[in-house]
Each structure stands twice: as structure tokens, then as C-alpha cells.
């Protein structure tokens, strides 16, 4: 029999016919349109629903297949050829199951009829269900292990500031013990002390980093800076070491770096200590090279690209990709050797991965390292200048309650080529600030009206003006710097301690206010005077005082003179505090005799007052009483100590 006969008996013989729908995976019924009179069904509804053909014929679709309202049909309301939609299809035992229905006007016998054909879905939404509540308990887990991890991260960044407050305060005494006179192997001891918690202050400031960046709790500054003034004062830092180790430093940099971006310069600088701190660890010879070069990106945008390179020991290439996770240690030997939590170079990632950036690192064939940052910033736009304009110094306002301490920085400022004014606390320096506009502020961090902190939040908020919300603040501690969350926070950009030498001053003005032209940096321009080495604390140290104010002797007469006149006013307030009962008052005014002592190189003043503001501390009158007494006798040996010799001897 040939196809065509075949294919015509088969549809015309009901057998066949009835043979092919019954073996169908899919239910058929026959509807009248007008009635939804259930006309017909296949073999497969009835398996399906256990009804009998006696018992389903004639019901209504609504009683088995339709859950929608009396009136309505979606069928008869469908505007197009075939609706496909899921429905609950009711069994004799009056339970449901899910299905998917295909409805189809048809015209049978002159009969308008829908023909519906149903699909039993019932072990797909068993599947569905099952990868749903799958995915659920997946979502769940993770929602766990990120609450977990941002806990482990809280926990973390609080431990690691609890456990800065006490290494700060031994860092703070073994300072003033190596001060004191010792024996040889107490100064050994003492060293020892100070270099293992400034080893482990280090290990801490990285971990409480590492967690902030994790926790979320990072947001980086977008202010304009120099690229080359940012690579000079990271060189500087490096050099120092370098040096010590015997390995040579090499800088190299594209030859005009006066373009200005914007960007977070202090997280950018963070991670390239991180990088040349490492560089450092692993090279016992040879050198360092530092490189910074610069491609333009569009009108308006500058790729940086940072290289630190090293002749040190390498990286095994299988440790090449995993070098930047956290905990990540080159093998076991380097941790006991060099010692690190491994959480650098992951911090370093993190930094520069906020920035939009990217960190790589590649082995040399002749040996060593070398890391490369690559960090797209904006451009800082050159403002047209007319032509034959002097160039306006740049104006920097200093804020302290010490007298000596205002007279020693406005020194130094106005020797480096900045206009200075003064403010001798908070609230005088919110007028200031309201008055006239400045490029740079130095905050003292401890002032007995309104401490740094607050004046500084109060600066960000526009109290002083908006012209002031944006300048930027560098923060200055006599005291263990405070947690550097606190003063980010507050819009504070550095914090530096007290007191703050030429080389510091110079490159925080480099960093953060730098002026055209020639800078003094060039230090046998300057005159020095050798600090001679001694195991004695000096009740005033001239030779290191000159040298802090460049070798200015009228500077020098004039500052002491300042310092002289005020201190006994300010011991006299610090006796009335401390016979009232007011040790609060009488720890902050402490302070700021410390401070200022220290500015003017009165080194056993302020180690006696350091000792004054830890009795304060403690609550006891009776030590301060005393330490009174002490302080007079100091302050009256300094004053005849002053008075003897030519400046500078």
C-alpha cells in the first residue's frame, strides 16, 4: 500500500482515529462555544481525571477545567487564534492538578466548538518547586555567610581600634622612657619595646584597614592633587629605608608632572607603600625602582600608572594568581622570615579596585618583582591666568591654643613661602574661616574650647562658610593619634604628630598645597646645627630647635621670647584647675604646655608634662600637686638655660 492510500484510510477510519487520541500524553476535550457544554473526550482525560465519559459529558468546563467567574470566559473573551495559559484541572476525587491548556476555535459538524488539550504538569512543578526552594535555601546560606562576614568584619575593625588605643599609649611611654636616663641595656630594652608594638601597631592598622574595606565602611575623597608630588613624597619615605638596607633607590618619571587629577591621593599613596614596603622586605640587594608615567584617556581624563619594581626574591609563578588574596603568603618560610598578616597586597587590590583601577604584578627574568597600578582619574582643569599677573601666595591658616606653637608653624610656613593666619581655638577659627578664604588648614587635634574633631565637622557642615567645606584640614596630634575612621569622618584629609618637622611640613605642603616655583628643599641651603648624642634629656636642646626653624636665629629669640612670657600664665590656670578639682581641664591644659614645650625643643618640660597628663589620667590630685612644684623648677631652669651662650651653641 502506497503512502497516499495509507495516509487517506487512516484518516477516514474512526478506529484509527480513536486509536491515535487515546494514546495521546495530552487530554482533548471538545467544547461548545456557546453552551461550554463539554462535548467530547479523549481516552487520556479520563486517565487523567478518573472520571467516567458518563459523568464527564455534558458538565460544564467551569466544573473541570475553568476557575474563572460565572460570566466570564477567556476563551470566548481571546483575540487572537490560540490561548496558552496554565490552569488547576479538577479530578473526580475533587483534588486538582496543575496543567498548561491550549484553546483553539474550531468549527465540527457546523458546531462552533473550542478544542482544548490539556498537559499534566505536575512533576515539572515538583521539579520547579524543588530548584525554587533549592535556590531559596542557596540565597538564604549566602545572605548568612555575607551577614557572617560583614559580623567577622565589624568584630574585626573593632578589635583592631581597642587594640590601637594601649599600643598607642606604650609606644607613647616607651617614647618618654627612652627620654629618661638609662643604662646601656635599659635603652636596649627600651628600643626593643618600642620597635615590636610599632611592628604590631603596623599588623593592627593593616587588619583594621583590610575589615573597613570589607565592611564597606571605606569611602575615598575626590580632591584635586599632584601625581608627581604624590611620587616624591613616597620616594621620600622609601629613601630612609632603602638606604639603611643599602639598596639603591631609583625614580623614574615622565618629564613634566605638573598635571593635577582628582582622586583619593592619601588611599593612592597607602597602597604604594604597601607595594615599596614589600619591595623593601624581599630585596637584600640591589635596588628599587619607583616609576609613575601618565597617557591621557580623553580631553578630560589621565590613566596613571604606578611601577614598583625590585631585584628581591620573586614570586613563584604558581603563586603568581593568587598573590592578592587575603591571607596570601608567598609560602610558610616567608612568614616566619619577613613576618605579615598577608592582607597588604589584598588591601592594595581593594583600594585600587574602588578606584576603577587595576594592580598586576609580573616576575623578572633577572630577578625580583615588579608590581604595576593602573588608575584612571579625572583632570583637574588649568585655569587661564592673564598674562603678567603676580601669582597669589597661598594662604594657610594654622588653628591651636598654644601661642608658641602658632608662632613656630607660622615660621616655618612663612620661610617656605606661604601667607599665614592664626586662630587660638575652635570658635576663633570658624570667624576666621568666615571671613577670608584659605588653601590649607592646620587643626591642633586637642584644644580646651572645642577639640579638632569637632571644629573640623562643624568646617564640612558650612558653619564656616562654603567656600571652607572643601579646604583641606591636616590634623596635629602631641598626643597617640586617634583613630584615623574618627578623623576621615569628620572630613579631616592627614594626621600628622606634634611637633611637625621641616622635612614633614614640606612634603605635607608638597601633597596637599604646593606653590609654584622653587621650594625649599635643598637642606644645605639651610643652616644645621649636629644634635650631639646624648643619654640625658636636655632641658632645652638649641641646636635642634635652629634647624627646625632653618637656621633663623631671630626666629628663634623671638619664638622663645613668645614661649617664655606665656607658659607662666598658662601654669598659673593649670594650678587653679587642679586645686578646684577640674582634672579633665587640667589634662587638656597640660597638654598644650607639652605641646608647646616640645615645639620649642624644651625636651624635659615636656616629658614632665607628658608624665603630668597621665596623673591627670589617673585622677591623682596629690601627683599633680607635685608635679606642679616640678614644673616651676623645669620652667625656671629653661629660662636660665636660654639666657646663657650665643644663638646656636
Known amino acids: 500500500m502506497g503512502t497516499d492510500a495509507f495516509q487517506t484510510n487512516l484518516w477516514n477510519s474512526n478506529e484509527q482515529l480513536e486509536v491515535?487520541?487515546?494514546?495521546?500524553?495530552?487530554?482533548?476535550?471538545?467544547?461548545?462555544?456557546?453552551?461550554?457544554?463539554?462535548?467530547?473526550?479523549?481516552?487520556?482525560?479520563?486517565?487523567?481525571?478518573?472520571?467516567?465519559?458518563?459523568?464527564?459529558?455534558?458538565?460544564?468546563?467551569?466544573?473541570?477545567?475553568?476557575?474563572?467567574?460565572?460570566?466570564?470566559?477567556?476563551?470566548?473573551?481571546?483575540s487572537m487564534d490560540r490561548l496558552i495559559s496554565e490552569c488547576q484541572m479538577k479530578l473526580n476525587d475533587d483534588t486538582v492538578i496543575p496543567t498548561v491548556k491550549t484553546i483553539a476555535p474550531v468549527e465540527l459538524n457546523g458546531r462552533k466548538c473550542f478544542l482544548e488539550s490539556v498537559l499534566d504538569i505536575t512533576e515539572q512543578k515538583k521539579v520547579e518547586n524543588r530548584l525554587r526552594k533549592e535556590r531559596e535555601r542557596v540565597e538564604r546560606l549566602a545572605q548568612e555567610a555575607q551577614e557572617a562576614n560583614k559580623a567577622k568584619s565589624e568584630f574585626l575593625a573593632n578589635i583592631s581600634h581597642e587594640l590601637r588605643t594601649p599600643l598607642n599609649g606604650v609606644l607613647g611611654m616607651a617614647s618618654l622612657l627612652k627620654e629618661t636616663e638609662l643604662t646601656e641595656d635599659q635603652e636596649c630594652y627600651a628600643d626593643t619595646m618600642h620597635v615590636c608594638a610599632e611592628s604590631l601597631l603596623k599588623l593592627v592598622n593593616g587588619v583594621l584597614d583590610y575589615s573597613n574595606l570589607e565592611a564597606g565602611q571605606i569611602e575615598l575623597s575626590k580632591r584635586a592633587f599632584s601625581p608627581g608630588h604624590l611620587l616624591q613624597s613616597v620616594a621620600e619615605q622609601v629613601k630612609g629605608p632603602a638606604t639603611q638596607k643599602n639598596l639603591n633607590l631609583k625614580i623614574d618619571a615622565d618629564k613634566d608632572m605638573s598635571t593635577r587629577v582628582k582622586g583619593d591621593s592619601s588611599r593612592l599613596q597607602q597602597v604604594l607603600?604597601?607595594?615599596?614596603?614589600?619591595?623593601?622586605?624581599?630585596?637584600?640587594?640591589?635596588?628599587?625602582d619607583i616609576g609613575l608615567h601618565t597617557q591621557p584617556i580623553d580631553n578630560h581624563n589621565l590613566l596613571l600608572q604606578f611601577v614598583v619594581r625590585d631585584t628581591g626574591i620573586g614570586i613563584p609563578e604558581d603563586k603568581l594568581d593568587f598573590i592578592f588574596e587575603r591571607f596570601t603568603q608567598v609560602d610558610s618560610s616567608t612568614t616566619r622570615k619577613h613576618g605579615g598578616t598577608g592582607l597588604g597586597l589584598a588591601t592594595a587590590k581593594e583600594i585600587i579596585r574602588l578606584m576603577g583601577g587595576h594592580i598586576g604584578v609580573r616576575n623578572i627574568e633577572s630577578g625580583g618583582a615588579e608590581f604595576t597600578?593602573?588608575?584612571?582619574?579625572?583632570?583637574?582643569?588649568?585655569?587661564?591666568?592673564?598674562?603678567?599677573?603676580?601669582?597669589?601666595?597661598?594662604?594657610?591658616?594654622?588653628?591651636?591654643?598654644?601661642?608658641?606653637?602658632?608662632?613656630?608653624?607660622?615660621?616655618?610656613?612663612?620661610?617656605?613661602?606661604?601667607?599665614?593666619?592664626?586662630?587660638?581655638?575652635?570658635?576663633?577659627?570658624?570667624?576666621?574661616?568666615?571671613?577670608?578664604?584659605?588653601?590649607?588648614?592646620?587643626?591642633?587635634?586637642?584644644?580646651?574650647?572645642v577639640d579638632g574633631l569637632v571644629v573640623s565637622r562643624a568646617i564640612r557642615a558650612g558653619m564656616a562658610g562654603a567656600d571652607a567645606e572643601d579646604v583641606p584640614i591636616i590634623a596635629l596630634s602631641a598626643s597617640p593619634m586617634p583613630d584615623e575612621s574618627q578623623w576621615r569622618q569628620v572630613g579631616i584629609h592627614h594626621c600628622v604628630a606634634k611637633p611637625v618637622s621641616l622635612d614633614e611640613l614640606q612634603t605635607l605642603l608638597n601633597e596637599w598645597c604646593p606653590v609654584e616655583g622653587p621650594t625649599v628643599t635643598d637642606k644645605n641651603n639651610s643652616t644645621t646645627v649636629a644634635i650631639p648624642t646624648r643619654k640625658t634629656t636636655p632641658v632645652f636642646d638649641r641646636g635642634k630647635l635652629l634647624s627646625r626653624l632653618m637656621g633663623d636665629a631671630g626666629i628663634l629669640q623671638t619664638v622663645l621670647a613668645g614661649f617664655i612670657d606665656d607658659i607662666p600664665t598658662q601654669i598659673d590656670k593649670l594650678a587653679q584647675l587642679v586645686e578646684a578639682g577640674s582634672l579633665e581641664q587640667a589634662r587638656i591644659r597640660t597638654h598644650g604646655i607639652k605641646g608647646a614645650s616640645a615645639t620649642v625643643c624644651a625636651e624635659k618640660m615636656s616629658a614632665h608634662c607628658a608624665r603630668m597628663e597621665q596623673q591627670a589620667e589617673l585622677g591623682d590630685s596629690s601627683a599633680l600637686a607635685l608635679g606642679l612644684i616640678e614644673l616651676r623648677t623645669l620652667f625656671n631652669e629653661l629660662k636660665e638655660e636660654t639666657s646663657l651662650g650665643p644663638p646656636g651653641m
Open 273 to 288: 607603600m604597601i607595594l615599596t614596603d614589600n619591595a623593601l622586605k624581599f630585596t637584600d640587594s640591589g635596588e628599587i
Open 373 to 449: 597600578v593602573k588608575v584612571p582619574l579625572p583632570l583637574v582643569e588649568k585655569k587661564q591666568s592673564a598674562p603678567k599677573t603676580r601669582q597669589k601666595p597661598k594662604s594657610v591658616l594654622v588653628v591651636d591654643d598654644s601661642k608658641t606653637n602658632r608662632d613656630v608653624m607660622v615660621s616655618m610656613l612663612n620661610k617656605l613661602g606661604y601667607q599665614c593666619a592664626t586662630a587660638s581655638g575652635g570658635e576663633n577659627a570658624v570667624e576666621v574661616l568666615s571671613t577670608r578664604n584659605f588653601d590649607l588648614i592646620f587643626m591642633d587635634i586637642q584644644m580646651p574650647d
Open 20 to 78: 491515535i487520541l487515546s494514546n495521546l500524553p495530552t487530554g482533548i476535550f471538545i467544547i461548545d462555544s456557546d453552551t461550554l457544554e463539554i462535548l467530547e473526550v479523549n481516552e487520556t482525560v479520563l486517565r487523567m481525571t478518573h472520571w467516567t465519559r458518563d459523568a464527564i459529558i455534558g458538565r460544564s468546563c467551569k466544573d473541570i477545567l475553568c476557575g474563572a467567574p460565572d460570566g466570564s470566559c477567556p476563551a470566548r473573551e481571546m
